[in-house]
């Protein structure tokens, strides 16, 4: 009987297939560069290995920078590796080999950080909405009538000192509090300044720190 196959013989695959192949050869880190990137820009903003994240612009730009490190350092360490081990193997297939490899398994090890880091990340965003909350019950008792109660910046200026800042609807002007989270509940008073945060200039800029 014959199995489908000629003389016992598999057949060989369509002419188009031969030439992906061919083309593929040596390509497969360039290939999955872009995905690379795209997975762990969104890992490094929603699924932070450390931080809390922040916007998927700036997870895109981090990964892009990380992965074309791994693309040189990897591929350069790696390919030269596999050569040792396999000369006759082409300096370009054992790069690109390394590299891809590379890319693979740096989104492996932010997926493995994101997920031990989640923990603190959930603690973070729940602390931050304590100091949200109660930064916007005093505004909802001193500030004017004009502020825009629901759009909140928080920064941090230490561990356990924040700053909430909400827009009174004049250009350069919002209603700040201070909050400090060492005390149950949080302590918190109204910050005379009025200059919003992401006006604060010099060293003592607080550094932005995501709401929930």
């Known amino acids: 009987m014959r199995d489908g196959r000629e003389g016992g013989r598999r057949e060989d695959p369509p002419l188009w297939v031969a030439r992906l192949r061919w083309r593929m050869r040596g390509s497969s880190a360039r290939v999955g560069f872009l995905p690379a990137v795209l997975v762990d820009g969104v890992l490094l903003a929603a699924w932070p290995f450390t931080g ?77 909405a304590e100091v949200v909350e109660a930064a916007q019950d005093l505004a909802q008792r001193r500030a004017p009538d004009s502020i825009e109660r629901e759009r909140v910046d928080v920064r941090r200026y230490r561990d356990d000192v924040f700053r909430v800042c909400m827009p009174i609807g004049q250009p350069g002007r919002a209603w700040c509090a201070l909050v400090w989270t060492d005390a149950v509940p949080p302590r918190v008073r109204e910050d005379v300044d009025r200059t919003p945060n992401d006006r604060l200039g010099g060293l003592a800029t607080p550094r932005p720190v995501s709401t929930p």
């Open 52 to 128: 809390t994240g922040g916007p998927l612009l700036g997870g895109l730009l981090l990964a892009g920078f990380l992965n074309l490190l791994l693309v040189i350092v990897a591929g350069g360490l790696g390919g030269a590796a596999l050569r040792r081990r396999d000369p006759s193997l082409p300096r370009l297939v054992a790069r690109d080999r390394a590299a891809a490899s590379a890319l693979v398994a740096g989104a492996v090890a932010l997926a493995v950080g994101g997920a031990l880091h989640r923990p603190a990340v959930v603690d973070e965003r729940a602390r931050i």
